[in-house]
């Protein structure tokens, strides 16, 4: 269980992100929530189409921190049981095998978004797959309604709050920045469970104090 100081951390936290989110990015609405409330708010409009979820694989430094790790695979597992199993949605899945995305990873999204016809896009896990689907919903435009974010580590949310994603060209072998910036008619949300993305690790709580304290310096 959270404790009372760890609770009342977790609601600054939330105040300085929504705070923070008027200066980072206007088309992304931060939520605290469980993933399972969320899913079953939303199951109407998620039930108009398939959904095509992106997901990170573990890095080496995460499979070392066996908090990182474990914290990872439950959210994964969340979205899969309930998204699944107690709510009945479709799901398509593509997971990211690499600690940056690449280009080929856009085109076989793409591709599979095509053949399962979904409308709606969600990345869980590791910054990895925060920036991947900021990507992908940036170049579908108008034919991504519906666009949802659940991070799992501090780089994750960090991820969450920026205009640009990191991306590696195998050609080039390098990492370039990539602008990435939602249609006005995608709606993005970002869900941030206080008991697993923020109350349970000190080093989350750490990137969300630095973000609330950009925020309450520049608002």
């Known amino acids: 269980m959270t404790s009372i100081l760890n609770r009342t951390t977790t609601k600054i936290l939330m105040k300085g992100l929504m705070m923070g989110r008027r200066r ?4 992304r609405h931060f939520i605290p929530s469980s993933i399972y409330s969320v899913l079953k708010e939303e199951r109407s409009t998620l039930m108009r189409s398939r959904i095509l979820v992106i ?6 430094d995460e499979k070392k921190n066996t908090a990182t790790s474990k914290s990872l695979q439950q959210l994964q597992q969340k979205l899969e049981y309930y998204g699944t199993s107690a709510l009945g949605l479709g ?5 990211v095998q690499s600690s940056y995305p690449t280009w080929e990873d ?3 999204i793409n591709f599979l978004k095509q053949r399962s016809g979904a409308t709606t896009i969600m990345g869980i896990g590791s910054g990895v797959a925060m920036d991947l689907t900021k990507l992908v919903v940036t170049q579908l435009g108008e034919d ?8 799992g580590t501090d780089a994750a949310i960090m991820a969450c709050y920026t ?8 050609q080039e072998q390098t990492v370039l920045t990539i602008p990435t910036t939602s249609s006005s008619s995608s709606l993005g949300l970002v869900v941030l469970d206080p008991e697993e993305s923020i109350a349970t690790h000190d ?3 750490q990137a969300c104090q630095s973000i609330l304290m950009d925020s309450i310096n520049n608002n």
Not at 144 to 151: R, T, W
Request: net charge negative; aromatic share 22%.
């Open 24 to 27: 980072y990015n206007h088309n």
């Open 55 to 60: 997901m990170s694989s573990e890095d080496d």
């Open 91 to 95: 799901m398509v899945h593509y997971k």
């Open 106 to 108: 856009i085109s076989k």
């Open 144 to 151: 991504c309604e519906y666009y949802y974010l659940f991070p």
């Open 163 to 170: 205009n640009f994603s990191m991306v590696y060209d195998t």
């Open 203 to 205: 080093h989350t709580q």
